[in-house]
T-cell receptor
Framework: GQNIDQPTEMTATEGAIVQINCTYQ??????LFWYQQHAGEAPTFLSY????GLEEKGRFSSFLSRSKGYSYLLLKELQMKDSASYLC????????????FGKGTRLSVIA | KAGVTQTPRYLIKTRGQQVTLSCSPI?????VSWYQQTPGQGLQFLFE???????NKGNFPGRFSGRQFSNSRSEMNVSTLELGDSALYLC?????????????FGDGTRLSIL
Protein backbone atom coordinates (compact mmCIF):
# COMPACT_ATOMS: atom_id res chain seq x y z
CA GLY A 1 0.00 0.00 0.00
CA GLN A 2 0.88 3.65 -0.01
CA ASN A 3 1.34 6.01 2.91
CA ILE A 4 2.07 9.67 2.18
CA ASP A 5 3.01 12.26 4.81
CA GLN A 6 3.05 16.04 4.49
CA PRO A 7 3.02 18.75 7.15
CA THR A 8 -0.51 19.95 7.79
CA GLU A 9 0.19 23.67 7.84
CA MET A 10 3.04 26.07 7.14
CA THR A 11 3.42 29.84 7.31
CA ALA A 12 5.97 31.90 5.40
CA THR A 13 6.65 35.55 4.66
CA GLU A 14 6.08 37.29 1.35
CA GLY A 15 9.29 37.32 -0.70
CA ALA A 16 10.82 34.40 1.19
CA ILE A 17 11.50 30.79 0.18
CA VAL A 18 9.54 27.85 1.54
CA GLN A 19 10.08 24.12 1.21
CA ILE A 20 7.15 21.73 1.53
CA ASN A 21 8.18 18.15 2.20
CA CYS A 22 6.48 14.93 1.24
CA THR A 23 7.55 11.47 2.34
CA TYR A 24 6.05 8.26 1.09
CA GLN A 25 6.23 4.62 2.07
CA UNK A 26 5.19 2.47 -0.84
CA UNK A 27 5.40 -1.03 -2.13
CA UNK A 28 6.51 0.48 -5.43
CA UNK A 29 6.73 3.82 -7.14
CA UNK A 30 6.04 5.16 -10.60
CA UNK A 31 6.10 8.93 -10.32
CA LEU A 32 5.15 11.77 -7.99
CA PHE A 33 2.93 14.78 -8.71
CA TRP A 34 2.49 18.10 -6.94
CA TYR A 35 -0.78 20.01 -7.16
CA GLN A 36 -1.83 23.43 -5.88
CA GLN A 37 -5.37 23.99 -4.61
CA HIS A 38 -6.73 27.40 -3.66
CA ALA A 39 -9.66 27.40 -1.27
CA GLY A 40 -12.88 26.59 -3.08
CA GLU A 41 -11.10 25.83 -6.34
CA ALA A 42 -9.88 22.83 -8.31
CA PRO A 43 -6.42 21.38 -7.74
CA THR A 44 -4.07 22.44 -10.53
CA PHE A 45 -1.03 20.50 -11.72
CA LEU A 46 2.37 21.92 -10.74
CA SER A 47 5.02 19.28 -11.41
CA TYR A 48 5.84 15.65 -12.09
CA UNK A 49 8.99 13.78 -10.99
CA UNK A 50 9.85 10.20 -11.83
CA UNK A 51 13.67 10.35 -11.78
CA UNK A 52 15.86 11.57 -8.94
CA GLY A 53 16.77 15.22 -8.99
CA LEU A 54 15.39 18.68 -9.25
CA GLU A 55 12.83 19.92 -11.78
CA GLU A 56 12.58 23.71 -12.03
CA LYS A 57 9.65 25.67 -13.36
CA GLY A 58 9.96 29.37 -12.75
CA ARG A 59 9.47 30.16 -9.07
CA PHE A 60 8.53 26.54 -8.33
CA SER A 61 10.92 23.57 -8.16
CA SER A 62 10.30 19.97 -7.19
CA PHE A 63 12.88 17.48 -5.97
CA LEU A 64 12.73 13.70 -5.74
CA SER A 65 14.87 11.07 -4.04
CA ARG A 66 13.45 7.63 -4.77
CA SER A 67 15.87 5.82 -2.44
CA LYS A 68 14.70 7.96 0.47
CA GLY A 69 11.02 8.05 -0.49
CA TYR A 70 11.19 11.82 -0.29
CA SER A 71 10.15 14.81 -2.33
CA TYR A 72 9.90 18.51 -1.73
CA LEU A 73 8.29 21.46 -3.44
CA LEU A 74 10.31 24.66 -3.27
CA LEU A 75 8.57 27.98 -3.73
CA LYS A 76 10.76 31.05 -4.22
CA GLU A 77 9.93 34.77 -4.02
CA LEU A 78 6.69 33.98 -2.27
CA GLN A 79 3.64 36.00 -3.21
CA MET A 80 0.36 36.37 -1.35
CA LYS A 81 -1.37 34.44 -4.13
CA ASP A 82 0.75 31.39 -3.25
CA SER A 83 -1.42 30.92 -0.14
CA ALA A 84 -3.07 27.58 -0.94
CA SER A 85 -2.97 23.89 -0.16
CA TYR A 86 -0.22 21.86 -1.81
CA LEU A 87 -0.97 18.21 -2.52
CA CYS A 88 1.60 15.50 -3.05
CA UNK A 89 0.42 12.44 -5.02
CA UNK A 90 2.19 9.19 -5.80
CA UNK A 91 1.57 6.90 -8.75
CA UNK A 92 1.85 3.23 -7.67
CA UNK A 93 3.96 0.90 -9.81
CA UNK A 94 1.31 -1.03 -11.71
CA UNK A 95 0.13 0.42 -14.98
CA UNK A 96 -2.99 2.58 -15.06
CA UNK A 97 -3.39 2.63 -11.30
CA UNK A 98 -4.88 5.65 -9.56
CA UNK A 99 -2.88 8.35 -7.85
CA UNK A 100 -2.66 8.25 -4.06
CA PHE A 101 -2.83 11.72 -2.53
CA GLY A 102 -1.40 13.03 0.71
CA LYS A 103 -3.71 15.14 2.87
CA GLY A 104 -2.09 18.33 1.69
CA THR A 105 -0.12 21.17 3.26
CA ARG A 106 -1.94 24.45 3.82
CA LEU A 107 0.50 27.30 3.18
CA SER A 108 -0.23 30.78 4.47
CA VAL A 109 1.86 33.63 3.08
CA ILE A 110 1.94 36.67 5.33
CA ALA A 111 3.17 40.21 4.71
CA LYS B 1 -9.73 24.63 -24.63
CA ALA B 2 -12.52 24.21 -22.09
CA GLY B 3 -11.54 22.66 -18.78
CA VAL B 4 -13.26 19.94 -16.80
CA THR B 5 -16.84 20.90 -16.05
CA GLN B 6 -18.77 19.58 -13.09
CA THR B 7 -22.43 20.14 -12.37
CA PRO B 8 -24.01 21.12 -10.13
CA ARG B 9 -21.57 23.20 -8.10
CA TYR B 10 -23.58 22.94 -4.90
CA LEU B 11 -26.18 20.47 -3.74
CA ILE B 12 -28.13 20.01 -0.53
CA LYS B 13 -29.80 16.71 0.17
CA THR B 14 -31.26 14.88 3.16
CA ARG B 15 -30.36 11.50 4.55
CA GLY B 16 -31.73 8.59 2.58
CA GLN B 17 -31.98 10.45 -0.70
CA GLN B 18 -29.87 9.71 -3.75
CA VAL B 19 -27.83 12.08 -5.91
CA THR B 20 -26.26 12.13 -9.37
CA LEU B 21 -23.25 14.28 -10.17
CA SER B 22 -22.02 15.01 -13.67
CA CYS B 23 -18.56 15.55 -15.14
CA SER B 24 -17.58 16.62 -18.66
CA PRO B 25 -13.86 16.02 -19.26
CA ILE B 26 -11.51 18.06 -21.39
CA UNK B 27 -12.12 17.35 -25.07
CA UNK B 28 -10.07 14.34 -26.15
CA UNK B 29 -9.55 13.03 -22.62
CA UNK B 30 -10.77 9.48 -22.21
CA UNK B 31 -9.92 8.80 -18.57
CA VAL B 32 -12.17 10.23 -15.86
CA SER B 33 -11.51 9.76 -12.15
CA TRP B 34 -13.69 10.71 -9.21
CA TYR B 35 -12.48 11.73 -5.75
CA GLN B 36 -14.09 12.62 -2.45
CA GLN B 37 -12.38 15.45 -0.56
CA THR B 38 -12.98 16.12 3.13
CA PRO B 39 -10.93 18.19 5.58
CA GLY B 40 -9.97 15.18 7.68
CA GLN B 41 -9.21 12.63 4.98
CA GLY B 42 -7.98 14.68 2.06
CA LEU B 43 -8.55 13.37 -1.45
CA GLN B 44 -9.90 9.82 -1.47
CA PHE B 45 -10.12 7.94 -4.76
CA LEU B 46 -13.57 6.68 -5.70
CA PHE B 47 -13.24 5.19 -9.19
CA GLU B 48 -11.80 5.68 -12.65
CA UNK B 49 -13.46 5.17 -16.00
CA UNK B 50 -11.77 4.70 -19.34
CA UNK B 51 -13.60 4.04 -22.58
CA UNK B 52 -16.90 3.47 -20.76
CA UNK B 53 -15.35 0.81 -18.49
CA UNK B 54 -14.55 1.08 -14.81
CA UNK B 55 -10.82 0.51 -14.69
CA ASN B 56 -10.13 1.12 -10.99
CA LYS B 57 -12.20 1.32 -7.83
CA GLY B 58 -11.42 2.72 -4.40
CA ASN B 59 -12.56 1.51 -0.99
CA PHE B 60 -16.05 2.96 -0.90
CA PRO B 61 -19.31 1.12 -0.27
CA GLY B 62 -21.53 -0.03 -3.09
CA ARG B 63 -23.78 3.01 -2.55
CA PHE B 64 -21.23 4.87 -4.65
CA SER B 65 -21.40 4.04 -8.33
CA GLY B 66 -20.59 5.63 -11.61
CA ARG B 67 -20.61 5.28 -15.34
CA GLN B 68 -19.07 6.80 -18.43
CA PHE B 69 -20.73 7.52 -21.73
CA SER B 70 -19.38 7.15 -25.24
CA ASN B 71 -18.50 10.88 -25.34
CA SER B 72 -16.38 10.35 -22.18
CA ARG B 73 -18.76 12.32 -19.98
CA SER B 74 -19.18 10.65 -16.63
CA GLU B 75 -21.71 10.55 -13.84
CA MET B 76 -21.45 9.32 -10.30
CA ASN B 77 -24.38 8.31 -8.17
CA VAL B 78 -24.67 8.03 -4.42
CA SER B 79 -27.70 6.26 -3.03
CA THR B 80 -29.14 6.22 0.49
CA LEU B 81 -27.18 9.31 1.45
CA GLU B 82 -25.60 9.50 4.89
CA LEU B 83 -24.41 12.52 6.87
CA GLY B 84 -20.82 11.40 6.33
CA ASP B 85 -21.21 11.75 2.58
CA SER B 86 -21.02 15.52 2.95
CA ALA B 87 -17.89 16.44 1.00
CA LEU B 88 -16.46 18.04 -2.10
CA TYR B 89 -16.63 15.60 -5.01
CA LEU B 90 -13.95 16.20 -7.60
CA CYS B 91 -13.70 14.84 -11.08
CA UNK B 92 -10.39 14.72 -12.96
CA UNK B 93 -9.64 13.84 -16.55
CA UNK B 94 -6.51 12.85 -18.43
CA UNK B 95 -5.73 11.67 -21.93
CA UNK B 96 -5.49 7.98 -21.12
CA UNK B 97 -4.74 7.83 -17.40
CA UNK B 98 -1.15 6.76 -17.97
CA UNK B 99 1.69 7.17 -15.54
CA UNK B 100 3.19 10.51 -16.50
CA UNK B 101 0.01 12.27 -17.56
CA UNK B 102 -1.29 14.83 -15.07
CA UNK B 103 -4.92 14.84 -14.16
CA UNK B 104 -6.93 18.00 -14.73
CA PHE B 105 -9.55 18.68 -12.10
CA GLY B 106 -12.94 20.31 -12.22
CA ASP B 107 -14.08 22.77 -9.55
CA GLY B 108 -16.08 20.05 -7.86
CA THR B 109 -19.57 19.57 -6.53
CA ARG B 110 -20.03 20.47 -2.88
CA LEU B 111 -22.58 18.08 -1.43
CA SER B 112 -24.16 18.82 1.92
CA ILE B 113 -26.36 16.25 3.66
CA LEU B 114 -28.84 17.51 6.24
Amino acid sequence: GQNIDQPTEMTATEGAIVQINCTYQTSGFNGLFWYQQHAGEAPTFLSYNVLDGLEEKGRFSSFLSRSKGYSYLLLKELQMKDSASYLCAVRPPSGNTPLVFGKGTRLSVIA
Amino acid sequence: KAGVTQTPRYLIKTRGQQVTLSCSPISGHRSVSWYQQTPGQGLQFLFEYFSETQRNKGNFPGRFSGRQFSNSRSEMNVSTLELGDSALYLCASSLAGQDNQPQHFGDGTRLSIL
